[in-house]
């Protein structure tokens, strides 16, 4: 079956089962192009899990992901590969910074990684460190930065590729309150103004009150979605289903 044709991403049925664990148990879900959609639910819930199957980190046993008409469960592992590398950003909760490179360079990594001339590179990287607020770091290395900082760094460099989906993986969870607020804004409205998709997993539902839309899970399956918090920017049509 192919996906809606309005869906950057969409799963159908997915069986996820992770070291003899049913970690997912049939997930559904379609995603829209622009859209900023929360995955809620508590620790262990399987939000990383199914962020991995969507992403094609990790292919599920059973069902299908598509990235717009890209069958990502049957395309091999170079490809799959290629994908993640060229269209999709990936943010961890701890930022994994490479600790011999400075911030910009750590920031510009991915462009780097893809042959592009090391000017061009550090003025992308520079930018976004900028509207991070953590231009200030650009030429100092990890261990001279506080997590924040570093954090910072680690989502400049998720966005200096402008990727198609951007998968953040509780991107503030380690952050003091009123810093990860401010982060999670320049975030999203980055997103918005140049139109990534965002999946967000979390469990707070201050963070998840930024998104357009909440899809909610509890032990692998789905078990409902939130609807928009007031004032976030219209998406109203999406396409989900159980
Ligand atoms: N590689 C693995 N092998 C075995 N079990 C796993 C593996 N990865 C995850 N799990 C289990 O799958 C379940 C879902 O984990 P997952 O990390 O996807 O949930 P989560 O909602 O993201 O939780 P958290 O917020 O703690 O990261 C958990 O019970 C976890 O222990």
Do not use: Y
């Not at 261990?143 to 910072?152: A, I, P, Y």
């Not at 991107?171 to 998709?197: E, F, K």
């Not at 918090?229 to 049509?237: F, R």
């Amino acid at each position: 079956m192919a996906p809606p044709d309005n869906d950057v991403l969409w799963a159908r049925s997915l069986h996820c089962t992770l070291g003899g664990t049913d970690v997912l148990t049939g997930v559904s879900l379609g995603v829209r192009e622009g859209e900023i959609l929360a995955l809620v639910g508590p620790r262990g819930s399987g939000k990383t899990t199914l962020m991995r199957c969507l992403s094609g980190q990790t292919v599920a046993q059973q069902g299908e992901v598509w990235f717009n008409s890209s069958p990502l469960h049957t395309l091999g592992t170079a490809q799959r590969e290629r994908v993640r590398r060229e269209r999709f950003g990936w943010i961890d909760p701890e930022p994994g910074l490479v600790p011999e490179l400075t911030g910009w360079e750590n920031a510009a990594l991915p462009l780097l990684l893809r042959g592009i001339s090391h000017r061009t590179a550090k003025a992308g990287a520079l930018e976004w460190l900028d509207r991070l607020d953590i231009g200030a770091a650009a030429r100092r290395r990890p261990h001279t930065l506080n997590h924040s900082q570093r954090q910072r760094i680690a989502i400049a460099r998720a966005l200096v590729t402008t990727p198609t989906v951007l998968f953040a993986d509780e991107p503030t969870a380690t952050l003091h309150r009123a810093d990860g607020a401010q982060v999670l804004r320049t975030l999203t409205a980055a997103a918005r103004s140049h139109r990534i998709t965002v999946l967000l997993a979390t469990h707070d539902p201050e963070v998840a009150a930024l998104a357009d839309r909440s899809v909610a899970l509890l032990d692998g399956r789905r078990v409902g979605s939130v609807p928009p918090a007031t004032g976030a920017e219209g998406v109203t049509a999406c396409s989900l289903s159980v």
